[in-house]
């Protein structure tokens, strides 16, 4: 099994920044993927970014030139650096990683969620 362990949620004004970790634990072969996705309350659940093994990044429009997803592969940690954070960024932040087990069949699994709350 693979666990998700989030930190680094809060609440911080308008303008300010926080900076999200997900750390990645279990037995597996290999991390894939590693994303973060947000749900605002009343809202569904939408992606956020995404980081490739390779390094390869994504991102939703709405996170554009404002956060920036990196990955240590070293500790199986995914990193969420969220600057200039607008109200509208306020939810509950996932982590999500794919891989493959030792035995070769692939998982996908979800963190817990951390809150961040953005104060106008």
């Known amino acids: 099994q693979v666990q998700l362990m989030e930190s680094g949620g809060g609440l911080v004004q308008a303008g300010g920044s926080l900076r999200l970790s997900c750390a990645a634990s279990?037995?597996?072969?290999?991390?894939?993927?590693m994303g973060w996705y947000r749900q605002a309350p009343g809202n569904q659940r939408e992606f956020v970014a995404v980081?490739?093994?390779?390094?390869?990044?994504n991102y939703a429009d709405s996170v554009k030139g404002r956060f920036t997803i990196s990955r240590d592969n070293a500790k199986n940690t995914v990193y969420l650096q969220m600057n200039s954070l607008k109200p509208e960024d306020t939810a509950v932040y996932y982590c999500?990683?794919?891989?493959?087990?030792?035995?070769?069949?692939?998982?996908?699994?979800w963190g817990q969620g951390t809150l961040v709350t953005v104060s106008s």
């Open positions: 980081i490739t093994s390779g390094g390869s990044t």
């Open positions: 279990g037995s597996f072969f290999r991390i894939n993927a």
């Open positions: 999500n990683t794919q891989g493959v087990f030792s035995g070769g069949g692939p998982w996908t699994t």
